[in-house]
């Protein structure tokens, strides 16, 4: 039977530790680190942390939410995108900022768990719901704001464009035959952007005739 992958559930009685929540979220992440989810078992986190699995089992009734909780505990601010520049210029960074993410120490970890929820439907629920379609939320607000200034075309299709942007990325993640470096990711931006342009203007000329 499939498990299931509810939110992390906040009991009643006394107050948590934040200390034995912090050193779990911390243990899962350094298992995540290192190990295939598969493989990781909610014992030898409850260990790694100093806690009980029942301290672990009154936060996440799962081994698998702990491990998405871990995620987004410690990415969270990897995912973020910039305030500051034209919204095109945000994007560039944006990409930017995820390749590096993926290229660096940390990617292992990102594809583990993309690996991992191939076979665990749930996880993969929860990962869509908790990291995917948020980052696709502010993602497309920026890439609205992009057409709204001119800097996109009007007839830009958000979710290509994201795919298009981050397909790429997640190809040399995954397989690891070539590295995401930031001349990589930059020249897939700007073949990307100007694609989209181009394609635009001769739907614009060809109207014309």
Do not use: C
Request: overall charge positive.
């Amino acid at each position: 039977m499939p498990i299931t992958l509810p939110n992390p559930v906040r009991t009643l009685g006394r107050p948590r530790s934040e200390h034995s929540r912090t050193a779990l979220l911390d243990a899962a992440y350094r298992f995540l680190q290192n190990q295939p989810v598969a493989v990781i078992s909610s014992f030898h986190i409850a260990r790694e942390a100093g806690v009980s699995t029942a301290t672990m089992y009154r936060w996440w009734p799962t081994k698998e939410t702990l491990l998405l909780d871990a995620f987004l505990y410690k990415t969270k601010e990897e995912s973020s995108i910039g305030t500051k520049g034209s919204p095109l210029d945000r994007l560039k960074q944006h990409v930017i900022q995820v390749g590096r993410f993926f290229g660096g120490k940390e990617g292992i970890v990102v594809a583990r768990l993309l690996t991992a929820i191939q076979d665990n439907p749930p996880l993969r629920d929860a990962f869509l719901e908790r990291v995917s379609s948020p980052r696709s939320e502010a993602f497309r607000e920026v890439v609205m704001e992009a057409i709204h200034e001119g800097q996109l075309p009007a007839t830009t299709n958000v979710k290509e464009f994201a795919d298009m942007l981050f397909g790429p990325l997640f190809m040399r993640l995954l397989i690891g035959h070539e590295p995401i470096s930031d001349d990589f990711v930059i020249s897939t931006f700007e073949q990307i952007v100007a694609g989209a342009k181009a394609r635009f203007a001769a739907q614009k000329r060809k109207s014309r005739k």
